[in-house]
């Protein structure tokens, strides 16, 4: 299994990419220094797919490393940790990390796509019939959210409109899913 680590601060970040049946997904390690309070007693991870937005916190004890499973590649994830003592008083979110499990072309591919303006935004793509296909977005080309996650049809041509295109200056797109 290959490895990525990522050194950002205090904080590390080490990943391996596999693929687990119609979906692709990344373990990662997140590692942080110790609070230097004798009274912690513990700390939670916060996560999400938007910045300083968490959809799942992670009582992890009083370790200081945790790996998350399940991270599905070319979708951008956002980590924080706080400490918390015996009374259950907890400390301000940590410096946010992200991290993108990568697209190498063995844990997952991206599918060629033709983009339709008119009369909205519509990506067209081919992928094999029952594959489970990610549509991501970025304004950046650095952070990509999940906007629609769907197995492809039987007929090999899928399309997805995009509702929200006009909303952003620019935006960039990627179909995802696991190699053949």
Known sequence: MAQTLVFLG????????????YAC?????????PNSESNVTGYHVHLGNTPRSYKETVDVGFQTQ????????????????????VAGLESPLSDEVQYTPPVDGTNAITLPLRLELA????????????????????????TWTLIYSFKALDNGNNYYEDSAFYEFPQ??????????
């Open 25 to 33: 997904f990344a373990d990662v390690v997140l590692e942080w220094n």
């Open 10 to 21: 205090v904080w590390v970040i080490r990943g391996g990419v596999f693929l687990l049946g």
């Open 119 to 142: 009369p909205r935004a519509t990506l067209k793509f081919s992928a094999l019939q029952g594959r489970r296909c990610n549509v991501v977005a970025s304004t950046d080309l650095e």
């Open 66 to 85: 945790f790996q998350l499973t399940n991270l599905n590649a070319g979708i951008t994830y956002f980590f924080a940790v706080s400490a918390y003592d």
């Open 171 to 180: 935006r960039f797109y990627r179909v995802i899913t696991p190699p053949p």
